[in-house]
């Protein structure tokens, strides 16, 4: 078994996100941790198993394209890329601070790995989708990946983005929702109900698949079949996932959308954390 389909060892990449996601946000006082603890085994499902990348070559013009379109949950995005090697995870230290290359949201012309520069909510499929087009003019096989929180889908903009996507069948398009119906200042639901969600997508000609958004061997399934099916159009895959999963009272609050944990709250973070398997 390799690394890649190593799932125990694939979990313990996740638990080792997730402190690097607390440390960080502790450090600079600032940071959206509950969005970024609810996406944490999707970007390593990602980046250590599925995304064709090479961190010694973050400009190769063949590597699969992600998009993090939920911008501001940019810790989860930079404990990732640290670990996988783009840049020294010592880097998280400077996040958010005055001429870091890590800001508050990604920034393409900054930060090595990333491939675009998002931050405001509802445009990072619309990217994606002229991304795989352009790939798709080029002649290119690379897979454009592209994850939204599901706040962000209640944007008009993500279902003009869809309905082309769908209209023209782009291939190798691949959007993730993290699917976690927590979103600023309340549940998502009971802001502006995203329901029926998966028809919605289904609606606009993009097939759907729905997964466990931190079950590991279920994400490497998902994206797995993903991937076939894209060859013949877009794939929507919905995941739903837990806001601020992994410390427990942080999971399912509103309250930490943007909030840094303070000294307690790192330390009992970290505790629990250090000691969950």
Not at 124 to 137: D, R
Not at 191 to 208: D, M, R, T
Not at 239 to 258: D, L, Q
Request: net charge negative; with cysteine.
């Amino acid at each position: 078994m390799t690394r890649e389909n190593d799932v125990s060892y694939l979990e313990s990449l996740a638990r080792k996100l997730r402190m690097l996601i607390i440390e960080t946000a502790h450090t600079a006082g600032a940071g959206h941790t509950g969005g970024s603890l609810s996406e944490v085994e999707i970007l390593t499902a990602l980046y250590f198993s599925f995304l064709n990348v090479d961190p010694s070559r973050p400009d190769w013009e063949d590597r699969d394209r992600f998009i993090l379109s939920k911008g501001h949950a940019s810790l989860g995005y930079y404990a990732a890329l640290a670990l996988k090697g783009y840049f020294p995870i010592d880097n998280l230290k400077t996040f958010d601070s005055e001429d870091s290359t890590l800001q508050a949201h990604p920034d393409m012309h900054k930060c090595k790995g990333v491939d675009y520069s998002t931050g405001s909510l509802g445009q990072g499929l619309s990217i994606g989708v002229g991304i795989a087009l352009g790939g798709l003019k080029k002649n290119k096989k690379f897979r454009t990946i592209v994850l939204l929180g599901d706040g962000e889908c209640q944007e008009g903009q993500v279902w003009e983005a869809a309905m082309f996507a769908g209209s023209k069948h782009i291939p190798r398009l691949i959007a993730i929702v993290d699917y976690n119906r927590v979103q600023l200042s309340n549940k998502v639901d009971e802001n502006l109900s995203l329901e029926p969600f998966a028809i919605k997508w289904e609606a606009f000609g993009w097939n759907v698949l729905s997964v466990d958004g931190h079950n590991i061997a279920d994400l490497l399934s998902v994206l797995s079949r993903a991937s076939a099916m894209s060859a013949q159009g877009p794939v929507a895959i919905i995941a739903n996932t837990i806001k601020g999963k992994g410390v427990s009272f942080m999971e399912g609050k509103f309250e930490w959308h943007g909030k840094a944990p303070n000294d307690n709250e790192y330390t009992a973070a970290m505790k629990e954390l250090s000691s969950s398997k």
